[in-house]
């Protein structure tokens, strides 16, 4: 059974503080790692696919990167507007996508 | 391009009454997904369409839970009767999946339930 484990659970920053997102996993076959973002009362918004270890994907302030066991969200210099819980999910050979329970990341002015 | 529709996006009902969720995927999208996603936690995989073939439905509670995808379109939950547990935050999701392949899914705002 594919499994995704997310730490920390919550991490709070002061505006500028970089600082970086884990997602660990398990997964029969790996077919692409998605990490999504979630405001509250809003469904998941997309950010990145990774297929393979030693990927990386930057968009603004968020920097993705994988390897064989795990995948990292670097956050840059970090901003209000970036207080989200961030979602890892994983997709594998059974053909469906397992989803952590996210990191809720708060950033302080 | 608008996004996946989800109504209502808030519904209080009792325990043991009936309740529907109804979903519009993105124009184009073969694949639709509904999760139900519980407070603090990430979204689970209930059931998942191909077109209008449910090809993945083992985590759906088919005692109370149903669902069906007509004309490959729209998709229809449903939970009768509701009980309790099922407080929680049901989402759709679509892609454009490639068969057999990995696809980016698009989510839409969900549907707050909560059984009192």
């Known amino acids: 059974e594919d499994q995704v484990t997310q730490s920390p659970e919550a991490l709070r920053l002061q505006e500028g503080e970089s600082s970086s997102l884990n997602c660990s996993y398990t997964?029969?076959?790996?077919?692409?790692l998605f990490w999504y973002r979630q405001d509250p009362g809003k469904g998941p918004e997309f950010l990145f696919t990774l297929y393979s270890a030693g990927e990386e994907k930057e968009k603004e302030r968020l920097k993705a990167t994988l390897t064989k066991k795990e995948s990292f969200l670097h956050i840059t210099a970090p901003k209000p507007e970036d207080s989200a819980t961030y979602l890892c999910?994983?997709?594998?050979?059974?053909?469906?996508?397992?989803f952590g329970d996210g990191t809720t990341l708060t950033v302080k002015p | 391009e608008a996004g996946v529709v989800q109504s209502p996006r808030y519904k209080i009902i009792e325990k043991k009454q009936p309740v529907a969720f109804w979903c519009n995927p993105i124009s184009g999208h073969n694949t639709l997904y509904w999760y139900r996603q519980n407070l603090g936690q990430g979204p689970e995989l209930l059931i998942r369409y191909e077109n209008e073939e449910a090809v993945d439905d083992s985590q759906l509670p088919k005692d109370r839970f149903s669902a069906e995808r007509l004309k490959g379109v729209d998709s229809t939950l449903k939970i009768q009767p509701a009980e309790l547990g099922d407080s929680a935050v049901y989402l759709c999701?679509?892609?454009?999946?490639?068969?057999?392949?990995?696809?980016?899914?698009?989510f839409g705002p969900g549907t707050r339930l909560t059984v009192l």
């Open positions: 999910a994983v997709h594998g050979n059974a053909g469906k996508s397992t």
């Open positions: 997964v029969s076959g790996l077919r692409g």
């Open positions: 999701a679509s892609s454009s999946r490639p068969s057999g392949g990995t696809d980016t899914q698009y």
